[in-house]
């Protein structure tokens, strides 16, 4: 073989090896192109999933206190309104008819004075004080009283006092002394689940 031949041999032996060189270079990068697009749109696949749950995730938490926000404020209404009616069973006693608030303050009297109190009614109670008087009577039976001439000082009611009492019975006091019941009374109603 001629040396010409020789060198066109190699040089076609040479060009066919890089031929495959290049088709396997051109492989390799399609492979590592494909893996890359592919680990870019896994990564961008999983941020994308990472952040859809933090934004769910914030909205829940926002959904869940605007509703702990929303029961507490509904739930201070209710406690005012609770507070009010108090207010409003303490006015109404004192607004009672004057043989009807007599009934009620000289029932509280008598059944809280012993031997030997004296009883003073407010300004206020003055003008019923002879039918307050008959109540007390009424209720405290065989009770030793004394009447005190001045007036108590208070709005209404009765100041009640002696030897083993000392007593301020108001329509205040009344509602005071059974705000726990009166309270679960109206928070049954007002506290109900909704619908029930």
């Avoid at 031929?19 to 749109?41: F, G, K, Y």
């Avoid at 201070?76 to 108090?86: G, I, M, P, S």
Wanted: proline share 4%; charged share 25%.
């Amino acid at each position: 073989m001629a040396l010409a031949d020789i060198i066109a041999c190699i040089e076609s032996d040479a060009s066919a090896e890089a031929e495959v060189i290049v088709a396997q270079a051109r492989e390799q990068a399609a492979a590592l192109l494909a893996a890359a697009e592919h680990d870019a749109a896994a990564s961008g696949a999983a941020t994308l999933a990472g952040a859809q749950r933090a934004a769910e995730s914030e909205a829940s938490s926002l959904v869940a206190g605007a509703r702990l926000e929303a029961r507490d404020e509904a739930v201070r209404a209710k406690r005012d309104v609770l507070v009010e009616t108090l207010s409003t069973v303490i006015e109404a006693i004192e607004a009672l008819p004057g043989d009807r608030y007599a009934e009620f303050l000289g029932g509280l009297i008598g059944d809280n004075v012993r031997d030997g109190d004296t009883v003073a009614l407010a300004a206020a109670d003055q003008p019923v004080a002879a039918q307050i008087r008959r109540v007390v009577e009424q209720r405290a039976g065989a009770v030793t009283l004394e009447w005190a001439p001045g007036p108590a000082p208070l709005e209404r009611g009765a100041a009640v006092t002696g030897q083993r009492t000392s007593l301020m019975l108001t329509p205040e006091t009344v509602v005071e002394a059974r705000r726990d019941e009166l309270e679960l009374t109206m928070a049954a109603s007002l506290f109900a689940p909704e619908g029930a």
